[in-house]
């Protein structure tokens, strides 16, 4: 079976500070993919960053860094100097076969 | 280049009714899925199709539930009687590919079903 656990149901974040959502994930394949989605309330579901499971370096795209522990299974996404606009759900996926989705991070930012 | 587009946004049906979603991929994509997101919770794969073929619906629900991809138009997921609990967001997402992509899907905007 495969699982994405996301432990904070909601956090929130100083406008230009930094801030960490978790994600652990459990799977038994040896090839997958993780990432992170951004939902706004438009719905509209928007990649924000992905890791290659046999990659160690960690991803990076501009204000958005991963720290991917493999052995921990754990995939937590960093973000930096947030922005008002970094307000929305956050998901983290597993990627096999299928996606599997957490239950998300409500990210507020605080002006 | 048009992503996906679902249609409608919004849809309202009264319990007992039938509900047909619609996804149209993006251009040159011949993969869909469908995901449903339930209030609070996570998206969660319901079925994946290619053109006039069910790949894998190990999601979907056993009955009042059935998709297609036909070789002409939109995708279509069709939930027949509905009931309260039939209330979600349904989302589609295409890929050109469906596996060893590191690329994720790109997903539609969803259709928000409510059922009254």
């Known amino acids: 079976a495969q699982t994405v656990t996301q432990s904070q149901p909601e956090m929130s974040v100083q406008e230009a500070e930094t801030v960490t959502l978790s994600c652990t994930y459990d799977?038994?394949?040896?090839?997958?993919?993780l990432f992170w989605y951004k939902q706004p309330p438009s719905r509209q579901m928007i990649l924000v960053i992905r890791?290659?499971?046999?990659?160690?370096q960690n991803a990076t795209e501009n204000r958005f860094s991963v720290n991917f522990q493999k052995a921990a299974k754990s995939f937590s996404l960093k973000i930096s100097d947030s922005q008002l606009g970094d307000a929305a759900m956050y998901f983290c996926a597993l990627r096999g076969n299928q996606f599997y989705f957490g239950t998300g991070t409500s990210l507020t930012v605080i002006p | 280049n048009a992503g996906v587009m679902q249609n409608p946004r919004h849809l309202v049906r009264r319990r007992g009714q039938e509900a047909r979603l619609r996804c149209s991929p993006m251009k040159g994509h011949s993969h869909v899925y469908w995901y449903r997101q339930l209030p609070e919770e996570g998206l969660k794969f319901m079925v994946y199709?290619?053109?006039?073929?069910?790949?894998?619906e190990s999601g979907m629900p056993k009955e009042r539930f059935s998709a297609e991809f036909p070789k002409e138009g939109p995708s279509i997921l069709r939930i027949q009687q509905v009931v309260r609990g039939d209330s979600a967001a349904y989302f589609c997402?295409?890929?050109?590919?469906?596996?060893?992509?590191?690329?994720?899907?790109?997903f539609g905007s969803g259709t928000r079903l409510t059922v009254v």
């Open positions: 997402a295409s890929s050109p590919e469906s596996r060893g992509l590191i690329d994720g899907y790109t």
């Open positions: 890791q290659e499971a046999y990659k160690q």
């Open positions: 199709l290619q053109k006039e073929n069910i790949i894998d």
């Open positions: 799977t038994s394949e040896s090839d997958y993919y």
